[in-house]
């Protein structure tokens, strides 16, 4: 079995987001920090379907997991 190798660039355009650095930063930067013990899929600014995705992959430990938690803690900071 392969393991894929996404990057962060990857999650936002899996999430439907502008995938570019400067988007990406700009995303991170105007929606940080989440409020203490805040699970990243279940911040607000999230869609419904967005919100599913990231918690999906979180609870089967799958290929988009690692990204997810990195994700989280740098809305975290």
């Keep these: 079995m392969e393991n894929s190798i996404h990057r962060l660039c990857d999650l936002f355009k899996q999430l439907g987001l502008a995938d570019d650095v400067a988007s990406i930063e700009r995303f991170i930067l105007t929606r940080r920090p989440l409020s203490n013990g805040t699970p990243v899929a279940d ?11 990231l918690r999906e992959e979180i609870a089967k430990d799958g290929d988009w997991a690692e990204l997810v938690d990195i994700l989280g803690s740098l809305l975290s900071r």
Excluded: D, K, T, Y
């Excluded at 911040?43 to 995705?53: C, D, I, R």
């Design 43 to 53: 911040a607000s600014f999230w869609s419904a379907s967005q919100a599913q995705f």
